[in-house]
């Protein structure tokens, strides 16, 4: 079921030899996942229809994320949603950006469990995006789905850190709430997705790394988790086959690692020996002068992915190093 680097992998959809081509349905698509996710199902000869906001090519359809309209016509008939809708957590987290976060995020779980139950041929599977970041800020232990401890009353960490783990909580309840019983769900608890398109989290750590700015940040000790681009897309058809999966599953790379490790592997990685080391305050200034909020940095997220190992994933990238190796010789390709 895992597949190899680039292949195809057969599917529910399947007969075990012949590949069917897939209907997908992906709210939200046009950002830096979805674009991902989009060109590699479409490579792979699947069906891919994106709602968003702004259309912009033939297989775009209308919608605001909001409220129930043509756009539902899509679904009825589809295999498979991918509903990664939700506005951007790269910005400042000021008060307006945090309520449009929860907003956009439970208001679109909503009206896409609307627009499934009102279906005569409802998808198969709904994958609702959803966030690691539901996980505690912790050192000591490493955050499963059975074992894993949900943030929201850790001491000595900011006030707002508690409002990001409401929204994950509210987003994924959304999706738990509606009413779609001939329609499995799940919540897609994902770490931050490595990939070398421009402008995504991979593209800005390797340009700091390339400045020679890639130290640790407050010490390094804070856990990263993160995800290939091949390893998420694959873990996404795998749980469109699993019949016997649903609920919160994480999708994150075996093994986190400490900040510091994280961008020692992307100085090697891009060839640069050292990295200027960042207090607290700095990456405060940082963070304001790339107009983005320093608990994606300060964040302990120790999340491994304990329900994909157990089903028989294999990923092909399981170690940061090899990860790092393999995005930056694509992006200098």
């Not at 490790?261 to 200034?285: H, K, Y």
Request: aromatic share 8%; charged share 25%; glycine share 10%.
């Amino acid at each position: 079921m895992g597949g190899g680097r680039g292949g195809k992998e057969l599917n529910a959809f399947s007969d075990g030899c012949t590949f069917f081509p897939v209907k997908y349905v992906i709210p939200g698509g046009t950002g830096q996942v979805g674009t991902m996710l989009e060109r590699a199902l479409r490579a792979d000869g699947h069906q891919v229809v994106i709602l968003t906001r702004t259309p912009t090519a033939p297989h775009h359809t209308a919608w605001d994320g909001r409220t129930l309209g043509r756009w539902a016509e899509q679904l009825d008939g589809a295999d498979v949603v991918v509903n990664l809708a939700g506005r951007t957590v790269s910005c400042r987290y000021t008060p307006e950006n945090l309520r449009q976060m929860m907003d956009s995020r439970v208001d679109s779980a909503r009206v896409v469990g609307e627009a499934i139950a009102a279906a005569a041929r409802p998808p198969r599977v709904w994958l609702q995006m959803s966030t690691a970041t539901v996980y505690a800020h912790r050192f000591d232990a490493p955050n499963d789905e059975a074992t894993g401890l949900v943030g929201g009353s850790e001491p000595d960490v900011p006030d707002y850190w508690e409002y990001s783990v409401r929204i994950a909580r509210n987003w994924e309840a959304a999706q738990e709430e509606a009413a779609t019983p001939a329609t499995r769900k799940v919540a897609l608890r994902s770490a931050m997705v490595l990939s070398p398109d421009r402008g995504g989290v991979f593209d800005v750590l390797s340009w700091l790394a390339r400045l020679g700015l890639g130290g640790p940040v407050a010490g390094g000790r804070q856990y990263v988790s993160w995800i290939h681009e091949h390893d998420f897309v694959r873990a996404v058809r795998f749980l469109a086959e699993r019949e016997e999966l649903a609920g919160p599953v994480n999708l994150a790379a075996p093994n986190p690692l400490p900040h510091r490790e994280l961008m020692r592997e992307l100085r090697r990685a891009n060839g640069v020996p050292l990295g200027l080391p960042a207090t607290r305050w700095m990456a405060e200034l940082g963070a304001f002068a790339l107009r983005t909020d320093t608990e994606l940095l300060l964040k302990s997220r120790r999340v491994v992915p304990g329900r994909l190992l157990e089903a028989g994933f294999a990923f092909d990238f399981p170690h940061c190093a090899d990860a790092a190796r393999e995005l930056v010789a694509r992006r200098r390709a």
